[in-house]
Structures are given as structure tokens and as C-alpha cells.
């Protein structure tokens, strides 16, 4: 049954991935907008937190190294959709926007007890804003308007060797190659309250084409029966992504972006090339799982208590842009630093236990977390800070590994000016995560008696 349900999931999903409006932010003015975390919504309650997250049943976006660990023959689908409703205000004015779309899918497939493979599609990078700026000038009315759409998508394939997988510890490489595609437009607009036929906009648009890699590790140990400790790093090397640029200058009457008509061209520079150079990133964490009643599977409880540890450095310094040969010196931005910790409480973590006594509630994981993020941007970096918090509901049908997930985070960003934005936002976040029943491995041979 997990097959077909995977399948037609998968296409449904496809088939939306370039129509969704991933962003609506004024923060997405620079560059190629902002940069899009892959995190899952069992990874968002944790506080962002996952580097060292090593669980069987559980995708780890932003760790490959991990997909080894799976039990052998039982792959995860995994469907990830997020909203984000946020309130934003300077001394000048106020405002809000809600915005829902998909994530992200993800597929892990373990095989040959100690390989695993994955591969997915996720947002890279995302860009949405809008705004209009009244003047006058000269005696006339006019209107500017800022307006930018579009981003960077990500599919990726990962690749994950255990040399280490026993009964108590398990130690794998992870290595990943994702190729990044998308378009990023910016408009600068002029439009006249009393000659509306002489509008002028100038199209900017980035078409990007260009592959990364990630190389990624993953340690657990069991150290005694009541206490195990995790480790992770993943490191994305800086790339260079190939970049056709245009810029055209045309007329038009109307509401730009609402009831617009282009009426000519006035300039066209014509098509340029050049690339992108991509930020690094080295992301290092570490996990306790702590087990009060040991691993005696004979306990009638098994709680289960995790604790979790993240820093992230983001070399934003490398971030850079040149076309036809001239480095673009507005594309200037500072490195980041984040710090992230989470922890979940399962009061009984055997999700196919049907002991009389043993109630559903007591299967529910929760999790909460908190978490200090920098946003890069030209003008200096923003924190970002957030608690977060989430459930995790197990479906445990045919004896499968299935469950939803749900993680909300509660955050600021900056602060309010008159030349600077502050946003209070609510972020939620949605995973479905599918396998296989027990009796229905994958990549097991049938023997006839």
C-alpha cells in the first residue's frame, strides 16, 4: 500500500513546485532572496536543532548521513508543507502577510544494511516583496514601486555509507550533489497619477542554472543501557552558479503587477552572462537520548527523553555576484553564526505497543526548543530569535513507522525605524512521514520452500 500512496503523493506534489509562492518579505529585497532552511517540522519544534538527530524513523533534511540508520528495507516518504503569518512595522507604517506552501518531499531508502540513498526537492532561495513609495516631483504625483518575485529550487541526491553499524554504535558518511534552478526578478517601477501612458519599468531578471555539494557525518554510541550520544557535521562547499542576466526598460499604462500593459520597449541591454558564488556552510551538533527504564524491552513503560545541540556558520562572505566580468558590489554580505537547542519528552517511545494499560496519548512526542539566528543582509546582519514547540502523533497502521509531525515557531526579527523593519511572525510547519509496514520490506529476497 505504501508504494501507490507514495507515488501519487509524489506527482501531486510535482506538479505544484512552480506554481507556489514561497515567500511575501521585504527582507527578500537583496539578492536572490532569502535563504530557505530545509529543515523538517520535527527538526522546526526541536528549535531548528538535527545536525545529530540519528532515528530510524525520521527523515534528516540536513543531515544524509543519517539515512544508513534506517532499518534496512523500510524507506521514508516524506511531504513537508509550511505557513508563516507575520506582522511587520516601522515608524512609518504597518502591516501583515500570511503565506502557505509546500516544503519540500524527501525519499530515503536504506539497502545492503550499511548504504542508503536519497533524493528529494526543497527551496533554495526565495524572493517576494512589493512596495510602493508615493512622491512629488516637480509639482506631479508619481509612484515608485518595488517589486520582486521568483527564487531557487533545489532537487539533490544523496549518497550514505555506514562502515560502522552494530547493535551499539553506528558511524556513516554522507555525501550529496543537488543541482539549483530558478529565475529571480526585480522591478523598479515609476508610474504617473497625471500621464499614466509614460509608466516605466525596469526588468531585472537572474536565470540560474548550477550544481553544490554537501559532505555530511553521523557518530551514535550507546554508552549504557539508560544513555546514548549522537553526533553530526555536515559541510556544503561554496559553488559557483552559471547566471543568464537581463535588463530591459519598458512603457507601460496601469497598475504595475495588478492591471499593467506594456506598450514598448525603451532599452534593452541585451543578454548577459555571469555567476553566483554560494555561501559555505559547516553545521555541527550534537544528541543525548536518555532511556530511564534502559532498553529491557520486557519494561511495561519506555520513556524516552532527548536532548539536542546545534551551531551553524553560514560563510555569507563568499556570497558573491559578477556579471560579464564585473564583480555586482550591492551583492555584499556578512557571515552568520546560530545557535540552536531542543529537547523531546515520549512517555512511551514503542509506537506499536498495544499493552493493556498502554494509551495513545502516552505515544504523542513533545518537543520545544529555542534558537538565535543571524539574517545576512547588505545593510549588517539581523537576529533572529524564536521559541518553538510541537507534537509528534505516530500512525502506527499495519505496524509501520508512520506519523505526523507538527512544529510552530514564535520569532522577531530586527527591530522598528524609520529606515528599518521589524517582522513578529508565527511559522508552522506540517510533515507527513510514510513507510512501510513491517511485513513489507523493500529489497528483500522471497525464498520458495
Same mark, same amino acid.
Given at each position: 500500500?505504501?508504494?501507490?500512496?507514495?507515488?501519487?503523493?509524489?506527482?501531486?506534489?510535482?506538479?505544484?513546485?512552480?506554481?507556489?509562492?514561497?515567500?511575501?518579505?521585504?527582507?527578500?529585497?537583496?539578492?536572490?532572496?532569502?535563504?530557505?532552511?530545509?529543515?523538517?517540522?520535527?527538526?522546526?519544534?526541536?528549535?531548528?536543532?538535527?545536525?545529530?538527530?540519528?532515528?530510524?524513523?525520521?527523515?534528516?533534511?540536513?543531515?544524509?548521513?543519517?539515512?544508513?540508520?534506517?532499518?534496512?528495507?523500510?524507506?521514508?516518504?516524506?511531504?513537508?508543507?509550511?505557513?508563516?503569518?507575520?506582522?511587520?512595522?516601522?515608524?512609518?507604517?504597518?502591516?501583515?502577510?500570511?503565506?502557505?506552501?509546500?516544503?519540500?518531499?524527501?525519499?530515503? =531508502?536504506?539497502?545492503?544494511?550499511?548504504?542508503?540513498?536519497?533524493?528529494?526537492?526543497?527551496?533554495?532561495?526565495?524572493?517576494?516583496?512589493?512596495?510602493?513609495?508615493?512622491?512629488?516631483?516637480?509639482?506631479?504625483?508619481?509612484?515608485?514601486?518595488?517589486?520582486?518575485?521568483?527564487?531557487?529550487?533545489?532537487?539533490?541526491?544523496?549518497?550514505?555509507?555506514?562502515?560502522?553499524?552494530?547493535?551499539?554504535?553506528?558511524?556513516?558518511?554522507?555525501?550529496?550533489?543537488?543541482?539549483?534552478?530558478?529565475?529571480?526578478?526585480?522591478?523598479?517601477?515609476?508610474?504617473?497619477?497625471?500621464?499614466?501612458?509614460?509608466?516605466?519599468?525596469?526588468?531585472?531578471?537572474?536565470? =540560474?542554472?548550477?550544481?553544490?555539494?554537501?559532505?555530511?557525518?553521523?557518530?551514535?554510541?550507546?554508552?549504557?543501557?539508560?544513555?546514548?550520544?549522537?553526533?553530526?557535521?555536515?559541510?556544503?562547499?561554496?559553488?559557483?552558479?552559471?547566471?543568464?542576466?537581463?535588463?530591459?526598460?519598458?512603457?507601460?499604462?496601469?497598475?504595475?503587477?495588478?492591471?499593467?500593459?506594456?506598450?514598448?520597449?525603451?532599452?534593452?541591454?541585451?543578454?548577459?552572462?555571469?555567476?553566483?558564488?554560494?555561501?559555505?556552510?559547516?553545521?555541527?551538533?550534537?544528541?543525548?537520548?536518555?532511556?530511564?527504564?534502559?532498553?529491557?524491552?520486557?519494561?511495561?513503560?519506555?520513556?524516552?527523553?532527548?536532548?539536542?545541540?546545534?551551531?551553524?556558520?553560514?560563510?555569507?562572505?563568499?556570497?558573491?555576484?559578477?556579471?560579464?566580468?564585473?564583480?555586482?558590489?550591492?551583492?555584499?554580505?556578512?557571515?552568520?553564526?546560530?545557535?540552536?537547542?531542543?529537547?523531546?519528552?515520549?512517555?512511551?517511545?514503542?509506537?506499536?505497543?498495544?499493552?493493556?494499560?498502554?494509551?495513545?496519548?502516552?505515544?504523542?512526542?513533545?518537543?520545544?526548543?529555542?534558537?538565535?539566528?543571524?539574517?545576512?543582509?547588505?545593510?549588517?546582519?539581523?537576529?533572529?530569535?524564536?521559541?518553538?514547540?510541537?507534537?509528534?502523533?505516530?500512525?502506527?497502521?499495519?505496524?509501520?513507522?508512520?506519523?505526523?509531525?507538527?512544529?510552530?515557531?514564535?520569532?522577531?526579527?530586527?527591530?522598528?525605524?524609520?529606515?528599518?523593519?521589524?517582522?513578529?511572525?508565527?511559522?508552522?510547519?506540517?510533515?507527513?512521514?510514510?513507510?512501510?509496514?513491517?511485513?513489507?520490506?523493500?529489497?528483500?529476497?522471497?525464498?520458495?520452500?
Amino acid at each position: 500500500m505504501f508504494r501507490p500512496i507514495s507515488l501519487v503523493t509524489a506527482l501531486i506534489c510535482c506538479s505544484t513546485i512552480f506554481a507556489q509562492n514561497t515567500v511575501n518579505n521585504p527582507y527578500s529585497f537583496y539578492g536572490i532572496g532569502l535563504y530557505e532552511s530545509n529543515r523538517n517540522a520535527l527538526q522546526v519544534a526541536l528549535g531548528g536543532t538535527g545536525y545529530a538527530l540519528v532515528d530510524s524513523a525520521y527523515n534528516n533534511p540536513i543531515n544524509p548521513a543519517t539515512i544508513a540508520y534506517l532499518s534496512k528495507g523500510q524507506p521514508i516518504f516524506n511531504i513537508e508543507i509550511t505557513g508563516r503569518l507575520s506582522f511587520f512595522e516601522s515608524d512609518l507604517s504597518r502591516g501583515n502577510t500570511r503565506l502557505t506552501y509546500l516544503r519540500g518531499i524527501q525519499f530515503s =531508502i536504506p539497502f545492503a544494511n550499511r548504504l542508503g540513498l536519497g533524493f528529494g526537492y526543497r527551496p533554495a532561495f526565495s524572493k517576494g516583496y512589493r512596495f510602493v513609495e508615493p512622491q512629488l516631483v516637480d509639482g506631479d504625483s508619481l509612484n515608485r514601486i518595488y517589486q520582486g518575485s521568483g527564487g531557487v529550487q533545489q532537487t539533490y541526491l544523496s549518497f550514505v555509507v555506514a562502515p560502522v553499524k552494530t547493535e551499539n554504535t553506528y558511524f556513516a558518511l554522507g555525501f550529496e550533489a543537488n543541482f539549483n534552478f530558478g529565475d529571480a526578478t526585480d522591478v523598479r517601477a515609476i508610474e504617473f497619477s497625471a500621464f499614466s501612458q509614460n509608466n516605466a519599468a525596469n526588468l531585472m531578471n537572474d536565470r =540560474i542554472r548550477g550544481f553544490g555539494f554537501n559532505a555530511s557525518m553521523a557518530l551514535k554510541h550507546r554508552i549504557s543501557q539508560n544513555f546514548s550520544l549522537s553526533l553530526g557535521a555536515n559541510y556544503g562547499l561554496s559553488s559557483n552558479w552559471n547566471v543568464t542576466h537581463t535588463d530591459v526598460i519598458n512603457r507601460y499604462a496601469g497598475n504595475y503587477g495588478v492591471t499593467h500593459q506594456f506598450i514598448e520597449t525603451i532599452s534593452d541591454g541585451g543578454i548577459m552572462k555571469g555567476t553566483i558564488s554560494t555561501p559555505s556552510l559547516l553545521g555541527i551538533g550534537f544528541g543525548m537520548d536518555i532511556h530511564p527504564q534502559g532498553f529491557n524491552l520486557n519494561s511495561k513503560k519506555q520513556s524516552r527523553v532527548r536532548i539536542f545541540g546545534d551551531l551553524e556558520m553560514i560563510g555569507w562572505s563568499n556570497h558573491k555576484r559578477t556579471i560579464n566580468n564585473v564583480v555586482d558590489t550591492s551583492f555584499t554580505f556578512q557571515n552568520t553564526t546560530s545557535y540552536r537547542f531542543g529537547f523531546e519528552v515520549t512517555p512511551h517511545a514503542i509506537t506499536n505497543d498495544r499493552s493493556p494499560g498502554i494509551n495513545y496519548i502516552s505515544k504523542i512526542s513533545y518537543r520545544a526548543g529555542l534558537n538565535l539566528n543571524q539574517i545576512s543582509l547588505p545593510t549588517g546582519n539581523l537576529n533572529d530569535f524564536g521559541i518553538t514547540f510541537g507534537f509528534g502523533f505516530p500512525l502506527p497502521f499495519d505496524n509501520s513507522q508512520s506519523s505526523i509531525n507538527f512544529g510552530m515557531r514564535l520569532g522577531q526579527i530586527g527591530s522598528a525605524g524609520t529606515t528599518s523593519i521589524q517582522e513578529r511572525y508565527i511559522a508552522y510547519q506540517v510533515g507527513i512521514v510514510l513507510t512501510p509496514a513491517n511485513w513489507e520490506r523493500w529489497f528483500r529476497k522471497i525464498k520458495y520452500d
